[in-house]
């Protein structure tokens, strides 16, 4: 979904059978209906305890200096990149690409060493309530083990407003939402806060819990966050502070 874990979620997979996950970006087949809350109709290509996906997707403490231009990837790193975007937008769809295929796809997207310039407009939108992702698969720090991500975990970035939210639905059983404000630091770490969780049963209405007084402090790398190594309209990977590493896919929610 401290992962979302993206707004990147570290929920128990014994969740009620009735749960449905959504359909994803593109046209897939075998894929049941999304839950009420979610209308994951494709994107015409254009171009997850307190936090839900930040603590499966979360890396080492970074520092706040700004780093240095990385130097551009070559050819060949190019092309295992675009490579490995093929794999995980397959297995975004689809969900049957073996795992290990995906954590090989992961890893060289991550010592690809991208620019990184577009990744927060393209992750959070230009305007609010921004963009929504939805949680796909997970792994550990040094991609030996992943696995898709078994409940419909959906997180909410706007960049416009600086807020975050993540959520985990499971239809008319309810739902789980955190929200809070996040930063983007280095041009490739979105640090967030959480402020209130809502918890919706059934039909009754959601109940809303304050997590902390509010603050107007910026989220630093001290706070949950994500490190970005790809982003694009449809997919996009990062790693959490506890190491975790993640890919995510575009979706659209009903307002």
């Given at each position: ?63 706040e200096e700004p ?100 959520g985990v639905y ?86």
């Amino acid at each position: 979904m401290a992962s979302s874990s993206a707004s990147l979620l570290h929920y128990s997979s014994t969740l009620p059978a009735a749960f449905s996950p959504p359909q994803l970006l593109r046209r897939g087949r075998g894929l049941p209906p999304p839950p009420q809350q979610l209308d994951l109709r494709p994107i015409r290509r254009s171009s997850r305890g307190l936090s839900l996906a930040a603590s499966a997707a979360a890396s080492p403490d970074v520092e706040e200096e700004p780093s240095p231009s990385p130097q551009p990837p070559d050819e060949s790193a190019l092309s295992a990149v675009a490579e490995s975007v093929a794999v995980l937008k397959a297995a975004a769809k689809t969900r049957k690409v073996p795992a290990t295929e995906v954590l090989s796809a992961l890893g060289k997207i991550k010592k690809a060493k991208l620019d990184t310039s577009a990744f927060f407009s393209t992750l959070g939108g230009t305007e609010s309530p921004g963009r929504t992702w939805m949680l796909i698969f997970t792994a550990q720090g040094r991609l030996e083990k992943g696995s898709y991500f078994p409940v419909t975990a959906v997180q909410r970035f706007d960049a416009a407003g600086k807020r975050i939210e993540n959520g985990v639905y499971l239809g008319p059983v309810g739902s789980l939402t955190f929200e809070g404000r996040l930063s983007w630091k280095k041009k490739k770490i979105l640090a967030f806060v959480f402020e209130r969780l809502r918890l919706k049963v059934g039909p009754l209405g959601p109940l809303e819990i304050g997590l902390g007084a509010a603050s107007e402090e910026e989220p630093g790398t001290k706070d949950p966050f994500f490190v970005w190594f790809y982003v694009d309209e449809e997919i996009a990977v990062a790693q959490g502070r506890g190491g975790g590493v993640a890919f995510w896919c575009r979706c659209q929610r009903v307002p």
